[in-house]
């Protein structure tokens, strides 16, 4: 192994042991990336190896940084994320869950199939993690736990259901992952329609399958009212408006009419028009609203800055190409390489956020995978095929960061409103299975690759 292999490795090594220091992460990527820089440039001078690394390296830094403040697409993300924390305010959320609360009220497990149903349009509607995970929380969680439910089952399903927003479009992390890759926003929202569904269906499966061989776990409320139209029409009335603001979001995209960034300031619109129309619209909100979005924003640039200067100087090291090296060297061929790229990227959830791996994981492992000569159609109209496929197993690969510990923060936002008969262990126990069930969405993109391709190439006259 050359001198930069071995930097390489001990870059892994001193990023990964900082991390157990406590220091942010962003200042963990940046001064690890400038402290391998500079031993790169003295060994170069002292010890007379050459590892291409020189004070232009950090130069490239500061050009690097200026493209990410000048890329376009990356203005969606504070617009979406505005848009999710306005409507988490807009009381939208709130009357849709009790209107379908009463609606699911006649079938033993409905109120968990209601929060799974309310994390899927939550979902379509806000894509804020946090957020979802709180609201599905604070409302439902009480009166899971009256309703003398399961306390694994209820919180593991709020979990579950509240984390549905990393994958369902429009998602942040299918943005940071198109700009990252070169790909067309579009075409990963689209890619991601049906596997964010089948994810919610396997859910709903989980639950009813559990509430029918357990039924005290999933017991019928004590007090039923039977289904009329009046119900359903308060169904309707709660459901119309978000699912409008989806279909003006999402839409404009898949037919065409806007830009996803043009479509996010659609969607913050209509989430200021819909808190306004709720009479949940004051000074006080908004400012609220804007300083989330600011926190928010704030905080996942200020990564994008720290991986940004950690990834330039491990690819000059030579990172990527010993990446690609170690994996086109194991065993069992295309699908053995991919099976041990997802097994990474699942690992890695145990400790790292979505935003490292999506930033400094996900470029080093795309390209590998593309070479392997996966034959995924794009029926003639889809640029890429494999590698959106590919991405798309790494994005519900990505879903189990936020239940893993001890780093999943749908955890530990969902503690932070719980009841205090509620332990950590019992959210432990209760997100096993919903791993396992996303394990098992991966398994069915990975055998179906057309669930990715077939919209975006319908979208497209293929």
Known sequence: MSVNDWLVIAMFITFVGFLFTGIPVAYVLAGVGVLFAGVGYLSDQYLGTITGLDFLTLGLVVNRIYKIMDNWVLVALPMFIFMGLM???????????????ELFGEVRGGLAVTVTVMGIVLAASTGIIGASVVLLGALSLPTMLNQGYNKGLATGTICGAGCLGILIPPSIMLVIMADQLTLSVGDLFMGAV????????????????????????????????????????????????????????????????TTPT???????????????????????????????????TAYIFV?????????LVL??????????????????????ILAFTLGLVFLLGFL??????????????????????????????????????????????LQTSF??????????????????????VDIYRGIVPFVVLQLLALVIVVLFPQLVIWLPAMAYGG
């Open 87 to 101: 409507l988490d305010r807009s009381g939208v959320a709130e009357r849709m869950m009790r209107a379908m609360q």
């Open 194 to 257: 049906f596997p964010g569904l089948i994810l919610g269906a396997l859910y709903i499966a989980y639950i009813l399958a559990i509430a029918y061989l357990r039924p005290k776990d999933a017991p019928l409320p004590a007090e039923r009212r039977p289904v009329n139209w009046h119900m359903l029409w308060d169904v309707l009335k709660s459901v119309i408006p978000p699912a409008g603001l989806i279909l003006a979001v999402l839409g404009s995209i898949f037919v065409g009419i």
């Open 262 to 296: 043009e479509a996010s300031g659609v969607g913050a619109l209509g989430a200021t028009l819909l808190a306004a129309y709720n009479r949940k619209l004051s000074f006080k909100v908004f400012r609220e609203t804007l300083l989330a979005t600011y926190n928010t």
């Open 303 to 311: 990564i994008f800055l720290g991986a940004t200067c950690f990834s």
């Open 315 to 336: 690819r000059e090291l030579g990172g990527d190409q010993l990446v690609e090296e170690l994996l086109t060297s194991l065993p069992g061929g295309p699908h053995g």
């Open 352 to 397: 790292l956020d979505w935003i490292e791996i999506t930033l400094i994981v996900l470029p080093l492992l795309a390209p590998v995978v593309t070479t392997l000569g996966f034959d995924i159609s794009g029926y003639g109209v889809v640029s890429q095929p494999a590698l959106i496929w590919f991405v798309m197993l790494v994005a519900v690969a």
């Open 403 to 424: 239940l893993t510990p001890p780093v999943g923060f749908a955890l530990f936002y969902l503690k932070g409103v719980c009841p205090p008969e509620v332990r950590l």
